[in-house]
């Protein structure tokens, strides 16, 4: 082990990290090495050190103009080599309601919008039950980009994202995030835990009320459940409006 600025030996280092570990071990690099405190790093890392601007991610500062254009240049994961164009998100910026899906499709990456097609007609149909449109919440996915064959997002490419929904959701504000099927569930709220068993009840994403249902897509598939996502939207409703749950 061996020290990017200056020579010697150190505790020892992680041997594998994962993507967001690695992006918190190179922060803290970074910072320390900005106090003028020597680092050391594994010589075969010592290529990838970063700067510490490079780690502070700007996004947090964008207005939307900026993030939407940030967005759509955005080269930050492989996603962008594949992507016919980015999924920004539709509706008010000023909305009580935030719905919020994986990933873009096939159709959405064609159009540019999210939750099209059969799938976003079932949700243009629940919206409206609740007294709301596409027009009056905003619609967003956790990635902005369609990954390849509608696979599951990888890590390194959630991680990569995941700044542009969290300065979506503190520019819109929202009273009541809905995340809508199993993947926007388990990278929103960082659990494996099944949509049957986290639906139902009240999470938090930072100090924003998070409730979760299926998605339009698997209610196309077993209809039988729609009973469950109208109790779901029925108890964000609730929340949204301040009622107790
Ligand atoms: S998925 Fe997100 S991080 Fe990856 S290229 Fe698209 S906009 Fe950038």
């Known amino acids: 082990m061996y020290c990017g600025h200056g020579r010697g030996k150190l505790t020892a280092e992680p ?23 020597d680092v050391w790093i594994p010589r075969d890392q010592a290529d990838a050190e970063p700067d510490i601007e490079a780690l502070q991610d700007p996004v947090g500062e964008l207005d939307w103009d900026e993030l939407r254009s940030a967005v759509s240049g955005c080269t930050r994961c492989r996603l962008h080599e594949t992507r016919t164009q980015t999924v920004f998100g539709v509706g008010s910026l000023v909305a009580d309601w935030m719905i919020v899906g994986e990933a873009p ?15 976003g007609k079932l949700l243009d149909e629940m919206l409206r039950a609740i007294g709301e449109s596409r027009a009056s919440v905003f619609i967003a996915n956790v990635l902005k980009c369609r990954p390849p064959n509608n696979r599951d997002p990888k890590p390194d490419e959630s991680t990569a994202c995941r700044s542009h929904l969290e300065r979506q959701i503190e520019l819109v504000q929202p009273k009541v995030i809905v995340a809508v099927g199993r993947v926007a569930a388990h990278l929103l709220l960082d659990t494996d835990e099944p949509v049957g068993r986290m639906r139902g009840k009240v999470h938090q994403l930072g100090d924003t009320p998070l409730l979760v249902t299926y998605h339009p897509a698997y209610l196309l598939r077993s209809p039988s459940q729609k009973r469950k996502s109208w109790d779901d939207l029925c108890l964000a409703r609730r929340v949204m409006s301040g009622a107790s749950v």
């Open 15 to 37: 041997e594998y990290l994962n993507p967001e570990m690695m992006q918190t071990e190179l922060q803290r690099r970074a910072y320390l090495r900005a106090m003028g405190i």
């Open 105 to 119: 499709g096939a159709e959405e990456d064609r159009r540019g919008e999210p939750f099209v097609g059969r799938a």
